[in-house]
């Protein structure tokens, strides 16, 4: 059984694989539609790269376009292209929101955005038998849990987590945390910067981890 970490980000969505046998962590690349992100933990350290998927969706009468073969072709700021799908999908006004062709929801570009990225990495993962955990924006949270279960169902994964992004950002950068010990975390995205207040929870022992939000706050950046 492999474990599949998906992040639907406003800006790009990444999708991340654990090797159990050799612990071992790799994002999955996909020819044509993601594309490279490099990046430094601190100035002077070695370069870091991962792969991403912008998370964009262009309807032609014709064929579906995802990620960078959106971006290559020029096609990014077109009307029948869908951009800031979680933004949009996290407020409650845009969830019936139509382009300006009006043939698609957010809702519904969201839905086809991931159902076509899944299917573009079915031969690397087991829909059945790997266990596939969500990032799940803390203000939208039963919203995108509600929206997100529909798409898993719809693919056929059947083991299904889903994880607050506070307690994703805190899990994956202090490693190993300790009961009640607190965070502030800073999530610059696509549009605002999220700020959040976190105490790490494990009255429930074993493995399951969560964070409480103590608060929470969202800053436009323009």
């Known amino acids: 059984m492999g474990k599949i970490a998906i992040d639907f980000g ?16 790799e994002t999955l690349a996909l020819p044509g539609i993601s594309t490279p992100l490099r990046y430094r933990l601190a100035p002077g350290q070695p370069e ?19 990620g960078d073969q959106v971006l290559s072709r020029g096609l990014a700021e077109q009307r029948e292209t869908f951009r800031w799908i979680k933004r949009s999908l996290a407020q409650a006004s845009n969830k019936s ?25 079915s031969d690397q993962v087991d829909f059945a038998e790997d266990e596939f955990t969500f990032t799940l924006p803390v203000e939208a949270f039963e919203n995108f849990q509600s929206w997100l279960e529909e798409v898993a169902d719809g693919l056929g994964l059947r ?15 202090h490693g190993i945390a300790r009961h009640d010990e607190r965070f502030l975390v800073f999530d610059f995205g696509c549009g605002t910067l999220d700020v959040s207040a976190v105490r790490i929870d ?11 939000q103590l608060g929470k706050a969202a800053l436009p950046l323009s």
């Open 10 to 25: 406003t800006g790009n969505t990444l999708i991340a694989r654990h090797h159990e046998t050799e612990n071992r962590l």
């Open 48 to 66: 870091h790269q991962v792969a991403v998927i912008p998370s964009m969706i262009h309807y032609t009468e014709t064929e579906i376009l995802i």
């Open 97 to 121: 929101k139509k382009t300006a062709v009006g043939h698609k929801t957010y809702r519904e570009a969201g839905t086809d955005f991931l159902t076509i990225l899944l299917n573009y990495i």
């Open 159 to 173: 083991r299904v987590r889903f994880l607050d992004e506070p307690t994703a950002c805190v899990l994956g950068y």
């Open 202 to 212: 494990l009255s429930s022992g074993g493995a399951d981890i969560k964070a409480v």
